[in-house]
T-cell receptor
């Protein structure tokens, strides 16, 4: 079936550098996407979301980019900090209907001090 | 805002017993709640979708008689693992959608279940 996947399962970044986490999705009907951060032993924490009528959205130190042509989603973290170390999941759903989010496999981000 | 709580945060039980996990939306009404389980180093797997006042919809492969879900109010859903066995040991996470908004899901802190 259709699923959301990630290009890189692990990512190591030097403190202060920018991080880019990628996600590919295959469901063309998906028009809402969310990035979550999950620290060890905790539930996923909402980071940022984007609808399909946008190609970029910025938050505090984070930017999500959406390329619908190639069905690609990315999360950019500026000036990565040790506290950013976690597993990051992308999730997607169709905007109509009360369907649940479909999660990707996750990328572990390790920040090297 | 949009805080979801779970209780208990962890539980250890003997094989054959039943365990109830509560999920509450603290500052909003949640028409729909979702239950996920997560194994170590894996992604979240949806178990069921719970709508207030109606029966839960279970994902394929999830036994509804084993994982009882009750969504009695707009702020509370419960998951009961009946006759728990060691293979039921996992991290259980609930999620809720804000009433009137059909997209964003907010997650609880999770409940770690260990069945001996």
């Amino acid at each position: 079936g259709e699923s959301v996947g990630l290009h890189l399962p692990t990512l190591s970044v030097q403190e202060g550098d920018n991080s880019i986490i990628n996600c590919a999705y295959s469901n063309s009907a998906s028009d809402y996407f969310i990035w979550y951060k999950q620290e060890s032993g905790k539930g996923p924490q909402f980071i940022i979301d984007i609808r399909s009528n946008m190609d970029k959205r910025q938050g505090q130190r984070v930017t999500v980019l959406l390329n619908k042509t190639v069905k690609h989603l990315s999360l950019q973290i500026a000036a990565t900090q040790p506290g950013d170390s976690a597993v990051y999941f992308c999730a997607e759903k169709g905007i109509r209907g009360n369907t649940p989010l479909v999660f990707g496999k996750g990328t572990r981000l390790s920040v090297i001090a | 805002g949009a805080v979801v709580s779970q209780h208990p945060s962890w539980v250890i039980c003997k094989s054959g017993t039943s365990v109830k996990i509560e999920c509450r939306s603290l500052d909003f009404q949640a028409t729909t709640m979702f239950w996920y389980r997560q194994f170590p180093k894996q992604s979240l797997m949806l178990m069921a979708t719970s709508n207030e006042g109606s029966k839960a919809t279970y994902e394929q492969g999830v036994e509804k008689d084993k994982f009882l879900i009750n969504h009695a109010s707009l702020t509370l859903s419960t998951l009961t693992v009946t006759s728990a066995h060691p293979e039921d040991s996992s991290f259980y996470i609930c999620s809720a959608r804000v009433r009137g908004f059909s997209e964003t899901q907010y997650f609880g802190p999770g409940t770690r279940l260990l069945v001996l």
